[in-house]
């Protein structure tokens, strides 16, 4: 085991010894021979290697045979070319041998010397010096021609141009032009011999251009497509395809530009060369409109012809019309402008309406026109020279000198940009008519707001002039319900314009102009019931009468006719401005309804870029103007909040200013109201702080009893007192009468949260009443006599009891029964006493304790300092 144990090493290197022997054999035979002529222990040894370099040797002998078969397979691939290399490099050596044999004479004894390399050397030298030689003299050969060609080239020129013959004058200019570097060398300076040259291609330009100029007037004037095409391309040839342009704009827009300028118009001067009583003037109104349909005439005649002539037929029409809009003189805007410095004012507003759609109108008609050359336009190909190089000019060099043809200032600025691409028109140019045609209008679209404000004051007229001699209650009422029926109709015309001429845009103006006059109308009717009031309150009469007689059941009221007359002229003015708000109601309704169909184009626009114009620079336009602003975003997201919610309560308010105004009306008809009402009452009081009463002694002698005195176990309120609490109970038994008047209910929150008798126009108050039409009757009247209340005792604890001099024991003791007695009826209206009840616990104090009281009080009220002064305290 030891033994096999050691072996088992040499065992497994056997295969490494027998491929060295395979490698040291002849053959395979003779190593098997060998082999196996071995002991019988050793072949067994050798036995057991064999079958491991047996496997070995397949898989060897498959590799190899892969690798050969692959290797055959690139041999044969690689054959057929290896052929054809030999037969070419045979065929050069051939040639080679055929040239050198011709080169070194047969009988040259030298030819196998080593000196017949040399000879062959020199003689490829000599080839060499021969090839340079005649390169040189190929080059000066050309330079002479070209020298002999630009030295007969004016004279060639010249004489095409004598022959009218200019298409081959422009091939001649075109030829000599290529020949020309394309790019000056950087040491070149304008004293080289390139600049004579340019000079002199620039020069028979001229003249060609010069010549041909007639024949192209007279072609374009005839409308001659066919010359007007070969004339074309000539301008092509010598790079002038601007210049052809210029013509050719000229040319189309004389009658447009002179139907423009020899327009005699209302407000302008007649123009020079025609007489007065040649031409009547006209409006605008009806000139433009005539204008642009002959202009759209014009252009529907352009495109049969300019397809014909030019190869971007679209680019071309677009930058005829910039052309021709932009000569005419005066400019639109200026006679837009004209129409509110003239005798049109504000109105010109809806001439400039008019003129806008006319204009819009015209847009349309021409973008079908561009839309049929479109149609029927064939694939963009190259323009292509008539020369006889037939090659393909992609682009234009702007020639050397100023162009002959008629240029305008804008054809100027225009030709500028012709230069980019064969048409000689960019791809903006091609959008600019449009923005040229309804630039003139921007600056009235940007000031719509307030255009459309003078436009509606203007229409309305002078609120103030408007109410004057309007005093009856009945006329009163039905002149302002009139009157709102022409203001609201005006704000839904205001509407139209504004979304026919600025599409939308201007709508923030437009809300400010409506709530502006919305709000100024009834401000105008707030001023006159606040006259009314005051001048009723001063002279104590009034133009008012009252019609009716008074019903018996309010005989023993202390109210007179017109008083009468004063109520019923409130209510229907309450009645009245509750019937204008509905309106407003409405009227915000369509108003929301018709910024919110904008507000969701905005919304849903491409790139966040609203353009709603028949054409796209007309809404680039009013895009990128200054209507476009935060402001106006702003109100479309506050319009197409209310559209989500759907909710009245959170609806945004769009006319704030309106809604306050009726506001401030109604209260102001419910403090004439509340003034009415509570006039009887106050003329009882207006000698109350001047009775006898309070300056009484309580210790008066009783007549036949001298020397007795009776005490007063208790006192009767006085007679003044009493006629005004008979006033106030009177009022439940007159609302019994009018509560069912939806009137008393508008705005019903004033007399809710105050005495009604501030002045001035007073914001919406929280905790007023929002709905006060669905207030049932019952509570109306509570809150009308609450309100009355409130004023009476403002009344009477502000201005009336502060007014007394003096007021001793006596007096006291009867003014705190008249207040006590006062009191009771007040809280039977449902107020709460306030400062009466202060009053009467002031008054009713006995002296000492009051001095007592106000004494050690280090900062008393202004009720305890005034009866300290009337009880003569201090």
Known sequence: MKQQHVEDPRARSKPTSVIEQLDQSPDVLTWLNAVLDSSGQEAANDGASLDALLTATSIAAQSTSSALENTIDDIARATPRLVYDLHFTRDGALALKSVLAQSVPSNNPSATTPGHFDATSKVLERLQYLDTIKIRMEAARDVLREAESWGALEAEVTALLAEKSYARAASRLSASAKSMPVSRPAAATPGTAQEPRRALLTSLANQLEAAVSPDLVRAITANDVES??????????????????????????????????????????????????????????????????????????????????????????????????????????????????????????????????????????????????????????????????????????????????????????????????????????????DQCLFQPFLDFQVDFGTLERRLLDEVLGSPAVKLQGVVDGDRAARAMRERAVDVFSATEESVERCMTFTHGYASVGLVSALDS????????????????????????????????AEDEEFADLDYTSQDWAYIQRALHLLAAAQAIKERLGVFETRLRGALSQVAMAFRAAVNGLYTPGVTKGEGILLAQSTLNSVELRDLFSRVLQSQSTGTAVVTPVLLPSSHSALTSFARANQRTLQRVLLSPLFVHLNAYSSLPLWSASRQEPVPGLAGVNIPAFSLSPSETIQRVGDGLLNLPRLFEVYAEDDALGFEIGALATGDGLTSGREGDDSSAVQAEQLLSPEAVTTAWLSSLGRTMLAHLTRNILPQIRVLTSAGSAQLAADLGYLSTIIRALGVDEGDLERWRTCVSVGDEEGRADYLATEKADDILRSVAKMRGWF
């Open 228 to 433: 007007c095409k070969s004339l074309y391309a000539i301008f092509v040839d010598i790079e002038r395809e601007s210049e052809f342009r210029n013509y050719y704009y000229g040319t189309r827009r004389v009658p447009i530009v002179e139907t423009w300028n020899q327009a005699v118009l209302d407000g302008e001067s007649t123009p020079t060369g025609t007489s007065e009583h040649q031409r009547i003037p006209e409006k605008l109104t009806s000139f433009y409109p005539t204008f642009l349909s002959s202009f759209l005439s014009i252009l529907n005649g352009e495109r049969h012809s300019i397809p014909a002539i030019f190869p971007d037929p679209e680019s071309t029409l677009a930058f005829l019309i910039h052309n021709a809009l932009t000569a005419l003189t005066p400019s639109p805007g200026q006679r837009f402008a004209a129409l509110f410095h003239g005798s049109g004012g504000a109105s010109a507003l809806r001439d400039m309406v008019k003129l806008f759609q006319a204009t819009e109108e015209f847009a349309k008609g021409t973008e079908r026109i561009m839309e049929k050359l479109r149609a029927s336009a064939p694939s963009a190909m190259p323009v292509a020279s008539p020369s006889s190089s037939g090659e393909g000019k992609l682009s234009r060099r702007r020639s050397m000198r100023m162009s002959m043809s008629w240029r305008s200032t804008s054809s100027i600025s225009g030709s500028a940009k012709q230069q980019s691409g064969s048409s000689g028109i960019s791809s903006v140019d091609a959008m600019e008519w």
């Open 517 to 548: 006059c919305v709000c100024a109308f009834v401000d105008a009717w707030t001023n006159c019931v606040i006259d009314w009031a005051n001048a009723g309150s001063e002279t104590g009469t009034g133009a008012l009468s009252y019609s009716g």
